[in-house]
């Protein structure tokens, strides 16, 4: 079956160390977004992709970095440099050559930083 | 710049009911606007995606308005049964952002009772 798999689930850090973490999709998607959410707020967008080697910074940008090598995978790394790094992590992609092709997540990343 | 809204933000309705959730928007120039469930501690799964020409979308139980001119979109819910329990996320696709980027209201947390 065709999907999202992020990974780990549940991601543990100590402040100042860098995280990485993994979005796979197998749907032959171009465009992928990496969305944080905490409680009470709507989703804000941190990265996105369109095409694979070129990324563009979403709203909420400073303190993370992304890659994207290969189609299928574009891993998120949360720096020391993000202050409040705490939150559920969540993944998606869209096929960006079909007009209105609804939005695909995965089951998300819950990173905790102490 | 463009600004969801979904109210109520939790709402607990009896078993079998119909109901209706709300998002409003606040720019009417969108691609498309996109229904999503979250169950706890889960990704989002697409519900319904009605584009910006069409004024509604149906999926089994599920009928999705849009009034672009009023800023409205509707999800109604017939025969409420306790497994509709989760958030119910809207969001806007606007056109103004020249990429498909996407603008998340805050949800509407159901609790189905039985």
């Known amino acids: 079956d065709g999907g999202i798999t992020q990974s780990p689930k549940y991601l543990f850090r100590k402040e100042g160390q860098n995280v990485t973490l993994s979005c796979e999709q197998n749907?032959?998607?171009?465009?992928m977004y990496w969305y944080r959410q905490d409680p009470g707020q709507g989703l804000r967008l941190i990265y996105y992709s369109q095409i694979v080697n070129d990324f563009q910074k979403g709203d909420i940008a400073e303190g993370y970095s992304v890659s994207r090598e290969k189609k299928e995978s574009f891993p998120l790394t949360v720096t020391s440099a993000q202050k409040n790094p705490t939150a559920f992590y969540l993944c998606?992609?869209?096929?960006?050559?079909?007009?209105?092709?609804?939005?695909?997540f995965g089951n998300g990343t819950r990173l905790t930083v102490t | 710049k463009q600004e969801v809204t979904q109210i109520p933000a939790a709402l607990s309705v009896p078993e079998g009911e119909n109901l209706v959730l709300n998002c409003s928007f606040t720019d009417s120039a969108i691609y498309n606007l996109q229904w999503f469930r979250q169950d706890p501690g889960k990704g989002l799964t697409s519900l319904l995606l009605?584009?910006?020409?069409?004024r509604e979308q149906t999926s089994g139980r599920l009928n999705a308005s849009l009034d672009k001119s009023s800023g409205r979109s509707t999800l109604y819910i017939a025969a409420s049964q306790p497994g509709d329990s989760a958030t119910y996320l809207c969001a806007v696709s606007p056109t103004t952002s020249g990429t498909y980027k996407y603008i998340f209201g805050t949800g509407t947390r159901l609790k189905v009772l039985a």
């Open positions: 998606a992609s869209r096929d960006s050559a079909l007009h209105n092709s609804p939005l695909h």
């Open positions: 009605i584009q910006s020409s069409q």
């Open positions: 749907l032959n998607h171009d465009a």
